[in-house]
């Protein structure tokens, strides 16, 4: 109780608080659109009305209509199951791939230890731009090109990461008091291990999801993200931006979405951060 | 990273090993650009074709056969690769299929605006980031709390929505800029910032955060008993050491600011490596893809190797013998 | 060096209407576009959008730029006849297999090799042997033979079979004249980035990523029938840039940093002409943008639901509203209205009925339980329909939004359809030349002639595949009377062969129409004389002049 009270009081100097209620709230928001969109509105996504087209913000259409009559607000609601997907989706796999990297390399050592970081090395000195590029041109755009395309991008800086917190975890001696007693080494890797070692990666991958919704729009500015009709928010961005001088709306408001949704994760994820780097003291 | 002074002659052979493993760094990351563009479904012959007609179709066996001969597509493939690897170990990066232009002229002529934006941005990022934590961090929590959702709204930016903004406010509303400026000091204004502004978010988290935990050292402490004042303590101590992290992660930038770049270049019609590789990739051009890819894993070792560097001079600890 | 050169139109008398036809044009004349004093030389400004990898090439992005640096044997004036270019006349044999051309005398390409029969000859041997310019082959195969030298300023082109669209085909920019030392003597790269020529321009530069420099041509002796002008270009530098981003594109030119801009998106076109005396709006010929259907896999095998499919939707209106009213709908899927022998009678083919499609549905027996989308389905399999469309260049984001529209309707009718863009590496992949992997394909081809079909609608033969015919639609009748409109030496008949085979297409509804293709451009008010070619809509700057 004193570690939570300790870490509690570490975040209130550090973020406003009610800045960290309002970053929840979103993002509470954020997720309700995304599970239940039929809550936040009740007309369809794709309803297209070309006698609206482009009409500006007003109580009937809070975000105006797009250039084909649909109401912008209905559709960024309904692209945020796709737009979150993508988050978390590539998250989930960068870190996947990361954790088998960097665990492999930090537990076995020696040569797979040289081997698996010249090839971070290497990863890491390819724009992660081309890998988006070279797997779109395989498989096309899609939301599983973009959630692959992400994940693979941001692959390196997790697996580098994850080897060096397993490597912490692994010279520190309570695993090698777990050894002693004679667990198998998967019970080890899996109990002992793994967790140790991830706990502090848990902020990292929360920040992750903000960043890859932001990286996939920008797939969608060069034609590689998901396609229409889809109201996947960097599609909507990217749809809206030649008429970012005639009707603002468009590119403003979705563009407003990923930003705030982005922030707010980040801010929820350095508070997660401060109270566990807290709680670790 | 270790303290002590390696001897004269190990450190010589850390050197070369080190020199050893990035040119291996470079030869891996070109190989294996080379062998996942050849192994990509469709072919390089149709490809060309396509390019060459402005179509997308497939074409007649014998003309796919012509354009195979005429380029060596119709050798063995490790044959292709040897004879590959042979002209990198010579300085020659093949000759690009759609511009006949040796991949060295295509690329050279791109690098240096490239450079210039993502350098640009880099240093751009560092001041503004340096100069929000410096005047926001510990100075109570509204202005601490302003800094810290600058950082955090900032960091959160997609490219592409900060240029277009940028170029609506400050190249079309109040015309400040040019909209096409190309590579032209007042048209890399813009693109430069387009780069920044997200990076320094990023770079101003981590200042920040180095700075909250220098600034409860003992030493800082000292200094203040001493009686520093707080703008000293803040540049002369806290800052030596909070930008540790940021040096780190700035040599992680520079890759994603190549990335970055494509975007800033395509919005503002400027040259650079960035649309070079877009087109080469949807052009199967790859010898060019894989020339733009060891260019720029020589660019980010460089880079890194730097980030030691900076490392050693700003960290008194690595310095003292 | 320029001498001053008097303020009058030279040329052809009747060309101060210079853009009449398909294009609408507001163009600056007289005194009162008050038009301010003239500046000798300057340089202007292009925006374009597409960088070509070479200048010279077969794809319309290269000819509109080589066209700067080259010039033809014939011009298209905008009635649709032919004019003189390097060709002072020709004369057609009586049985219509040989073309003889007298060469204007003393021209000279900007290497000083001069351009004689034998250079024209070498330029034919070149685009049809080898496989630089596969698009100036396809004009013209099967019906090219060979060119032949007579003497120095006679060159004669023989055919295999009559084909009178031969002249029309060859004003298009894929067959500008090369100096054949310089293809013969440099390299491929050379040859790539700066092409000798005889025209208004040489290549200085080419700074890639950003722009090619080109510089007046100050010896220019070969100017078409159809300028404006007599004499070398009157500006001493073109600036071509390439802008990618429309946004960008646009506001250069309100901000005065081009002079012409190309491709002005629709939303800004009303915009455009209340800020510039110059709009041009050209119609581009060829096969507008329409879907192809594919005929030999899939839904669309069946007639009926093809015509369905035709008639499920508003394309009329979902275009005029897509387009902000600039762009035309077209509901002739095989011709745009500025191509000879367009068949109006097809312009509104297949009105929007959707009474119409659910019972032509029916009767294709479409008629199964709906699946839980309200998709119609036959022996258990839905009714879906695969767009694929190249996005971005071919079909712009306007474009997009159209399909986005039409999607919609068709859902009504109980269509399932999935739009699926493709990215540009995979459309030069050339992997969706399969019938199984796509319905229909909205897409277009620049032709200035009616043989055009031709190109697209050649059956497919195992000896002799037609990767462009989209469709997969092998219809032998169709192909005999396009090859004798092609063939018939009688424009009457021609004509009227032409039509039918338009007819054929859009009642088989082996494509269904959907916009034209457009050339939408804007000059600041500081550029005069500019105009577009009438072939395919290439930008001619060589007339322009500044004021201040």
Known sequence: MTVLARSSSVALGRLPRPGTVLAGGFVALVVLAAVAPGLLTSDTPTQIDLTNALAPPSWEHPFGTDEAGRDLLTRVIHGTGLSLGIGLGATGVSMALAIVLGAAAALAGGVVDTLITRLLEVTFAFPSLLAALLIVAVFGPSVTTSIVAVGVGSMPGYARMVRGQVLAVKESGYIEAAHALGHRPWRVFRQHLLPNAMRPLVAVVTLGVGQSIVWASSLAFLGLGVPPPSPEWGALLDAGRGYITTSWWLAIMPGLVIVLFAVAVTSLGRTLQQRLEGAAR | ?321 | MTRPRPFRRAGVAGLGLALAGSVLAACAGGPSAGSGTRIEGGTLTYAHVQEPPCIFGGWIQQAYISRQVLDNLVTLDTDGSIKPWLATSWEVSPDGLTYTFTLKEGVKFTDGTPLDAEAVAFNFDQWMTTQLNGTAKVSLDPYYRAAEVIDPTHVAIRLNAPYPQFLTLITQGYFGIQSPTALRTRSQAENCEKPIGSGAFVVEEWRKGQEVVFKKNPNYTSWPATAKHEGPAYIDELRWKFVPDPLSRYASLTTGQSDVVYEIPTVHWKDAQEKFETTIRYITPGKPISFYINTAAGVFTDKLVRQAFAHGADRKGAVEAGFHGVIPYEGNPAMSRSTPDYNADLADAYPFDQAKANALLDQAGWTGPRTPEGIRTKDGRPLTVRIIYGAGSFITAEGATVLQALQEQWKQVGFGVELIPLTRAELNSGRFSDPTTYDAWPSYWTSPSPAILWIVWRPTTPEKPNGNNRSFYNNPELARIIDEANTSTDPERASQLYRQAQQIISDNAAGIGLYTQNTLVAAANRVKDFWLEHSQGEPVFSDVYLVQ
């Open chain 2, 1 to 321: 990273m270790s303290t002590a002074a390696p001897a004269p002659a190990a450190r010589l052979r850390r050197i070369a090993g080190k020199l050893l493993s990035a040119v291996l760094v470079l030869l891996v990351a070109a190989s294996i650009t080379f062998f996942v563009q050849l192994l990509l479904p469709g072919d390089r012959a149709t490809v060309i074709l396509n390019i060459r007609n402005g179509r997308d179709q497939q074409w007649p066996a014998e003309e796919i056969a012509a354009i195979n001969h005429q380029f060596g597509f119709d050798r063995p493939l490790i044959v292709q690769y040897l004879d590959y690897l042979a002209g990198l170990l010579r300085g020659d990066l093949g000759t690009s299929y759609t511009e006949f232009r040796p991949v060295t002229a295509v690329i050279g002529a791109q690098l240096l605006p490239t450079v210039v934006l993502t350098v640009g941005a880099l240093v751009v990022a560092w001041l503004i980031a340096v100069t929000v934590t410096l005047l926001t961090v510990r100075r109570g929590r509204i202005l601490g709390g302003i800094g810290a959702a600058f950082e955090a709204f900032t960091a959160s930016l997609p490219h592409y929505w900060v240029g277009m903004l940028l170029l609506v406010a400050f190249a079309v509303q109040i015309p400040i800029f040019p909209v096409i400026g190309g590579d032209t000091p007042a048209g890399t204004v813009l693109p430069v910032l387009t780069l920044a502004v997200p990076l320094s978010g990023f770079l101003g988290q981590v200042l920040r955060e180095e700075f909250h935990k220098v600034l409860d050292q003992p030493f800082i402490t000292t200094a203040r008993t001493r009686g520093m004042s707080d703008a000293a303590v803040r540049l002369r101590h806290a800052l030596r050491h909070a930008v540790l992290p940021g040096i780190t992660l700035s040599g992680w930038a520079l890759g994603a600011l190549v990335s970055g770049s494509v975007i800033a270049e395509s919005i503002y019609g400027r040259p650079g490596i960035g649309q070079v590789l877009v087109t080469a990739v949807n052009n199967r051009d790859v010898p060019t893809v894989a020339g733009i890819v060891l260019v720029v894993a020589a660019v980010y070792i460089v880079a890194n190797v730097l980030v030691d560097l900076a490392y050693t001079l700003v960290d008194p600890r690595l310095r003292i013998s």
